[in-house]
């Protein structure tokens, strides 16, 4: 009875083992598959960052007049340059990141900026669009396709589902394709692109304050004096006595590479816009002396999307060892920017 007692507990021990052998096996399995979905989420993470190329305006304009067997009319390349920036926000490597729920788009902060940036360009330059450059004068009615559009673009851009910023977005799209295929419809289309000086003008001071937000905010990258407290600090009764210690305002170091970004998305757009915007206000820009300006500000656009070397964004001192890509971004912004200033002062003359 003894050897049957010690028996039945080796028999035990052997089992348990065995168990425990194969559980070692399955926590070697598990951590195998855990350690390889991190590096395929890491790889795919850095794919998916990559930012898009520019491509060239009149050929891509030129390949879809053919393909509708249409005439590139006046509106023809804004309208689509603007179906294929909106596409290029949701088809990239990756597609649309800014809504993801899990990895690798989940980590990801870059790109999501950079689609903001995108996005903040497609929203203004649709609004208008609707409000003024498709229509005649204050009393006009407003385009039907142009009406779904601008809404479908400010959609809540980290939507993931029901309904999915990208399907809204989508219809924003499918509503531009409707709209350009009316306006370059031979005879009598049923919509209309006025490509006058006052449009141009009024898009310009809405973006003209965009990026002067964009270059401050880069530009405070390494701190500096607030302007409203170096004017509260003036004593007008003693000229000549000493101002006070005045803040420093600063971007917060967790914010400077989402600003970088959200520059460079924006600077990609405008780029692509501003070459469509040649074209079809070519003869009011030759007849306003403004064409310098904008091959000026296509010129800052193209400096602000040089290729990045870095993989991080340095934020070296003004005249420090190490750069700092913010400062330079801020620079190539307000070039622009004062360029655009020129470009309006221009088309506000007779």
């Known amino acids: 009875m003894p ?8 028999d035990r021990k052997d089992d348990v083992q065995d168990y425990s052998g194969g559980g070692a096996v399955v926590g070697k399995l598990i951590l195998i598959v855990l350690i390889v979905c991190l590096l395929v989420a890491v790889v795919l993470g850095m794919y998916w960052s990559s930012e898009p190329e520019p491509y060239s305006v009149r050929e891509h304009t030129r390949s879809v007049a053919t393909a509708m067997d249409r005439e590139p009319v006046a509106g023809f390349a804004t309208t689509v340059t603007m179906i294929r920036v909106a596409e290029t926000l949701l088809d990239k490597p990756g597609g649309y990141i800014s809504n993801d729920i899990f990895p690798p788009g989940l980590w990801m902060d870059n790109m999501p900026n950079w689609e903001y940036g995108v996005l903040v360009q497609l929203r203004d330059l649709s609004r208008a669009m609707r409000k003024d450059i498709s229509r005649s004068q204050s009393q006009s009615a407003e385009d039907p396709d142009l009406i779904v559009a601008e809404p479908q673009f400010h959609f809540d851009s980290g939507s ?24 370059s419809r031979a005879g009598q289309p049923s919509a209309q692109f006025f490509a006058r000086a006052d449009n141009l003008s009024n898009w310009l001071a809405d973006l003209e304050t965009r990026l002067g937000s964009l270059s401050r905010t880069l530009g405070e990258s390494v701190g500096k004096a607030s302007v409203s407290d170096a004017v509260s600090s003036i004593n007008s009764d003693d000229p000549l006595m000493e101002e006070a210690a005045r803040e420093e305002v600063k971007t917060a170091w967790m914010d400077i590479d989402n600003v970088f970004y959200e520059a460079r998305g924006s600077s990609w757009a405008l780029l692509h816009i501003f070459k469509a915007i040649e074209v079809d206000f070519r003869k009011v820009l030759t007849d306003k002396n403004a064409m310098a300006s904008v091959k000026q500000i ?6 602000a999307q040089g290729v990045m070397w870095s993989p991080v964004i340095l934020n070296g001192s003004g005249f420090g060892v190490l750069a700092n890509h913010s400062l330079t971004m801020a620079a190539y912004l307000s070039r622009a920017s004062a360029a655009i200033s020129d470009m309006r002062d221009l088309l506000s003359r007779g």
């Not at 309904?163 to 509503?175: D, F, H, K, L, V």
């Not at 296509?298 to 400096?303: H, K, R, T, V």
């Open 3 to 10: 050897g049957r007692i010690r028996q039945y507990f080796r």
């Open 160 to 183: 993931w589902a029901i309904p999915s910023t990208e399907a809204e977005y989508r219809q924003g799209i499918n509503a531009l394709n409707r709209y350009l295929d009316r306006l």
């Open 298 to 303: 296509i010129i800052e656009l193209e400096g």
